[in-house]
């Protein structure tokens, strides 16, 4: 008996996911504040002037229209994967995975919207959506249920599979599904009635993102009035007492990755009918990568996704101008990225009293 | 075509080049295992990896000096395994979160600095930036033998040093204090403390040794096998590392095993892409990847592994 209730007081660390979905917005600020100092800090060092540089950055991704506009059209896939690495997380799986999920994702989407022609938009740009997300879903279901049913580490699992999805997707636009005539390695163009309607003239600004803030939106309510969504808490809470409550705790984390994997195959739908019109090798810039500093540091809480996602797709659109105007690589972002996600994981550090408190449970 | 794959000349030169590619994944397995031995996971290796390549690239272009590149690169990699074992041991941070941090960060690092300090319009025309590869050394009589001696004894003197430390790591974890200390502090770290070892020291040195091997087998990268510096150059050798730890059940001669395999893996997708074998090259590439997969699969963490791996440790109060 005195073993199942120390069970049900897990350790600390077990605690992980209910900590960092208990985190509070003053150290989320923190975390970035954090981190573009340590990153400024790198900028001096390499002769740059971070006041500059960082100036630079925010006049880039927010100064005009299109600037705006670009940022907001790379806001959309980046907040999709925030999504899904979030879901997935709450479910102490780790996917890092979600950069392959969108490029299968793309691929259905691309086969749905090459191949099949000659219907209604109404019907053609949902259907070529639907098999992005369908796409996503399977990629992420094949880790999900090698972690379910025969506990093989997800991260390598996840990480694996997204060469193997590079090269097939590479594969696919090099040879079945090339458009000889371009002479390039990229597909035909996709049907017209699945291109995003645009929603500000003149810009690639397109309606994708209403889709992924309403992605946001569901999935919130999803985790708060829904069974599953109390059942992905619970094991995310405390797996251990999830399951002496009778919660099937494998069937709850593979039903949440497959949601994981069709929010990244959305993303990658939408990269394609909304931006690129057609299959490109490498045009996810590690969205999917992206989507794990997005969701940590949102705490991964759905809507807190929508900004964090907004600060990176800033921090990507505005590199470009910090690489031409401040001379400072485009790497910068991922350092950045990277020491987001470091920060995220210490933050908890801080908050000493509750640590105490649980250890001594 | 099958005729010409098994050929003694295609088999020497496979085993020769399947050799030569496993090394760097060997030694940052050996690295891991010492790391994860100590009940720390280091997922960020393939960071350190790149780390350690661009160190030593950069060391050796300037100063014309493999070894310099060899050691600056090691001391690359032991500073940023410190930080992984400053931040996931004092900080107590989820390991996986870091890990997955500092393989982010440190392959952005790389690639700022590979531009800031070759310029970055220079690195484009990456053709003039080689270095002189560390040249093979071959035992005289032994690199006679047919098959056998191409394979084993016409190697570069890292590669032999490598299989050297194999047994060393044999020793040092049967008979030394420290490597007792090591397991003891993965497998059961407040019976350790109460024995008076401190775990978070041990945890600190392990996890910065595991860097400094890591940074080294990035090193070797450049240094020994290609004489250029690309950003992807990695191409997941750190990730095939930490795979290869599990399937060696933390035990130098499994992880000398797995690494075996997956440089064969390696050594054959390149072998059969200049032989313009009939597959399109894409699933060639994608051959050592799947081959980790399977492997992953197969052999996932079992009994065998520290019982105290990833669980961060701090004495409570009572």
Known sequence: MAESIRELHPKPWKQWIKRISDANWISTVLVVLLAFLVGGLLILAIGGDPLRAYLVLIKGSFGNRNGFAETIVKTCPMLLAGLSVAIALRTEFWNVGAEGQIYAGAVLTGLASIYIQGISAVIHLPLALLAGALGGGLWAFIPAILKARLKVNEVITTLMMNYIMTFIFSFLVDGPMRDWVSGLNISPQIEKTTWLPILLAKTRLHSGILIAILAAVVLAVILRKTVLGYQIRAVGGNTRAARFAGIAVENTMVKAVIISGMLAGLAGAIEITGVQHRLIAGFSPGYGFLGLAVALLASLNPIGVIFSALLFAALLNGADAMQRWASVPIAMVAVIQGLVIIFSAIRFFFNRSTLKRKAGS | ????????????????????????????????????????????????????????????????SLFLGFLLGGIAGGLFGLLMG???????????????????????????????????????????????????????????????????????????????SIPLFVYFFKYTRMGLNIDATGENPRAADAAGINVGQVRMLSVTFGGILAGLAGAYLPLALYGVYTDDMAVGLGWMAIVVVPFGKWRPWGILAGSMIFGAANALQFRLQNMNFPLPYQFLLMFPYFVTLIMVILFSRGRSSPSALTKPYFRSEH
């Open chain 2, 86 to 164: 400053i931040v996931s041991v004092r900080f107590l941070a989820n390991q996986i979160v870091t890990g997955l941090g500092f393989w982010i960060m440190c392959g952005g690092l790389a690639k700022l600095l590979v531009r800031t300090i070759l310029g970055i319009d220079k690195y484009s025309a990456s053709s003039d930036f080689n270095i002189p590869r560390l040249e093979s050394l071959s035992i005289s009589y032994l690199s006679k033998i047919p098959v056998l001696g191409e394979v084993l004894f016409n190697q570069n003197i890292v590669v032999y040093l490598t299989l050297l």
């Open chain 2, 1 to 64: 075509m099958i005729t010409q794959v098994l050929t003694a000349a295609f088999l020497t030169a496979f085993l020769a080049a399947g050799i030569r590619v496993a090394v760097p994944i060997l030694i940052a397995a050996l690295g891991e295992m010492v790391t994860q031995r100590s009940g720390i996971i280091n997922l960020g290796i393939e960071g350190i990896f790149i780390i350690g390549s661009f160190t030593g690239f950069t060391v050796a272009y300037f100063t014309k």
